[in-house]
Nanobody, 124 residues
Framework: QVQLVESGGGLAQAGGSLRLSCVASGRPSSIYAMGWFRQTPGREREFVASSSTSGIQTYYGDSVKGRFIISRDNAKNTVYLQMNSLKAEDTAVYYC?????????????????WGQGTQVTVSS
């Protein structure tokens, strides 16, 4: 089992940037496909981005494509979400997620493990 802890959330201005981090502990992160999701009150959790175990395969939700970048450093058991050109509609709680994977795929569903979330607020 893996434990996930997010950090890096906070307040940013529209057009600005933030970088989120997610540290995995308990098992090596290199065996997990990783993803970022977000949720606002009253709405379903939304897929943001995912990375394969190697980091070679990545996938993005349409609303963040071209603005956000997911990356990972398996030596540090950490996955990152670089968020650029932020918009007010990016305001949400952001969650890191992991799933055991042997196929080096990037996924939008099927995650087994979740962090507690970190709040991102973008002011317009």
């Amino acid at each position: 089992q893996v434990q996930l802890v997010e950090s890096g959330g906070g307040l940013a201005q529209a057009g600005g940037s933030l970088r989120l981090s997610c540290v995995a502990s308990g098992r090596p992160s290199s065996i997990y496909a990783m993803g970022w999701f977000r949720q606002t009150p009253g709405r379903e959790r939304e897929f943001v981005a995912s990375s394969s175990t190697s980091g070679i395969q990545t996938y993005y939700g349409d609303s963040v494509k071209g603005r956000f970048i997911i990356s990972r450093d398996n030596a540090k058991n950490t996955v990152y979400l670089q968020m650029n050109s932020l918009k007010a509609e990016d305001t949400a709680v952001y969650y890191c997620a992991a799933m055991r994977d042997d196929n080096d795929g990037a996924y939008t569903v099927g995650y087994e493990y979740w962090g507690q979330g970190t709040q991102v607020t973008v002011s317009s």
